[in-house]
């Protein structure tokens, strides 16, 4: 008969064993033999590895790249502006003399209007290279990830002679180098190896299997 219990006063009953019955159980499955399919998937995840490494380069290198170009296009920006001020400096003095010389006769009229007409597309040219300028600075600090409204200090570049490697060296520098190149390559293989992932499963699959439990 099957033991049980009741609660007292609600009529209800619970059905229990006469002793407590417990059952260890450990299966263990080793694969032999996939068809190459977990090696496959091994070299597929080391490829994506090194993938994403080459493309952490590119990017880094890119950003370097693009942080000495906007350094060397505030510098140049700097100094046609610096140009730009000192022409429009030096055509003010050519119109005030060409005004004094009209007031004292010995200058026409045509002479002014030159002077000034001048002056007036020099002050347009300073105006638009200081606001370029302008521009070469955002786009520096926005690559520096600071406020682009933040003034930095550039330092200027030595006068010095580079030795740099000839043209066809340098291509191939980077043909080996370049993290784009890898980044393919990489790519390539990552994809053969796929493949044989792919064509893994038509193999008959071999796996060891052992079992163990205890009452």
């Not at 090194?50 to 880094?60: A, G, I, N, P």
């Not at 906007?70 to 046609?80: N, P």
């Not at 009229?109 to 020099?122: I, M, P, Q, S, T």
């Amino acid at each position: 008969e099957q033991p049980y219990f009741s609660m007292g006063g609600t009529g209800t009953t619970f059905p229990f064993s006469i002793q407590t019955s417990n059952r260890w159980e450990v299966n263990l499955i080793q694969p032999l033999f996939t068809g190459f399919g977990l090696e496959s998937q091994y070299k597929i995840n080391k490829a994506g590895q090194k993938l994403s490494k080459f493309q952490l380069d590119e990017v880094r290198l890119n950003l370097i790249r693009d942080v000495q170009t906007a350094y060397l296009q505030i510098l140049l920006g700097t100094r046609l502006n610096e140009v730009a001020r000192e022409n429009v400096a030096s055509l003010k003095v050519q119109r005030k003399n060409a005004d004094a010389n009209y007031k004292n006769g010995v200058v026409a009229v045509n002479d002014v209007l030159k002077a000034e007409v001048a002056l007036a597309d020099a002050v347009q040219r300073e105006r638009s290279t200081a606001k370029q300028l302008v521009i070469l600075r955002s786009s520096l600090n926005r690559l520096l990830d600071i406020d682009l409204q933040a003034n930095l200090e550039l330092a200027g570049i030595k006068e010095a002679t580079y030795d740099f490697p000839e043209l066809y060296e340098l291509y191939a520098i980077a043909e080996t180098s370049r993290p784009e190149y890898l980044a393919m390559e990489t790519a390539i293989m990552q994809a053969g190896y796929g493949k044989t992932a792919a064509r893994s499963r038509y193999y008959p699959r071999v796996s060891a299997f052992a079992q163990y439990f205890r009452e």
